[in-house]
T-cell receptor
Framework: DTGVSQDPRHKITKRGQNVTFRCDPI?????LYWYRQTLGQGPEFLTY????????KSRLLSDRFSAERPKGSFSTLEIQRTEQGDSAMYLC????????????FGPGTRLTVL | GENVEQHPSTLSVQEGDSAVIKCTYS??????FPWYKQELGKRPQLIID?????GEKKDQRIAVTLNKTAKHFSLHITETQPEDSAVYFC????????FGKGTRLHILP
């Protein structure tokens, strides 16, 4: 499968625990995005990378959230001290930076915080 | 800030009829307008897109129109089929994509 992959697909955790998600983009894509989607809503932008540089972070991304893309390939999204409000689908997408920005989505990681 | 408004939030059409979903955007720098279809429990899938230098694009039963002056764009699905039932998201993109809140499309038998 040469598409975007995410791991794990599902994560159940207790409030206060830390969780980390991984995204592997399409190999030739230099841009990687993280979104959060809650039930009945559209994906909300969290942050994006061009190669290893994190270019923008949404105001939605509190200090408990951190994302990295150390080698410009895969990325990790960590949530510290999880809260019930963090329960959502976390989607990763990648694109090849051109004048236009066609993004391809991974299957998502569904987080449930108990 | 950047915003994309999408209407209607729910749409029911008889099988075989046409469906139209409309969006407006606020960021003048947006130059790329994708439409995604999302089925329950699955990832958003790109179904069609339009770039800012084009006013209309068609792919079989699906067409999109863009009015950059008015900052409006629309999705048209003709001859709807049961498998068209899903949630559809419009989006406007510069460096990042801003999504609308989605339209739940029901195709009635």
């Amino acid at each position: 499968d040469t598409g975007v992959s995410q791991d794990p697909r599902h994560k159940i955790t207790k409030r206060g625990q830390n969780v980390t998600f991984r995204c592997d983009p399409i190999s030739e894509h230099n841009r990687l995005y993280w979104y959060r989607q809650t039930l009945g809503q559209g994906p909300e932008f969290l942050t994006y990378f061009q190669n290893e540089a994190q270019l923008e972070k949404s105001r939605l991304l509190s200090d408990r959230f951190s994302a990295e893309r150390p080698k410009g390939s895969f990325s990790t999204l960590e949530i510290q001290r999880t809260e019930q409000g963090d329960s959502a689908m976390y989607l990763c997408a990648s694109s090849f930076r051109t004048s236009f920005n066609e993004q391809f989505f991974g299957p998502g990681t569904r987080l449930t915080v108990l | 800030g950047e915003n994309v408004e999408q209407h209607p939030s729910t749409l029911s059409v008889q099988e075989g009829d046409s469906a139209v979903i409309k969006c407006t955007y606020s960021d003048s720098a947006s130059n790329y307008f994708p439409w995604y279809k999302q089925e329950l429990g699955k990832r958003p899938q790109l179904i069609i897109d339009i770039r800012s230098n084009v006013g209309e694009k068609k792919d079989q039963r699906i067409a999109v129109t863009l009015n950059k002056t008015a900052k409006h764009f629309s999705l048209h699905i003709t001859e709807t089929q049961p498998e068209d039932s899903a949630v559809y998201f419009c989006a406007a993109s510069g460096d990042k994509i801003i999504f609308g809140k989605g339209t739940r499309l029901h195709i009635l038998p």
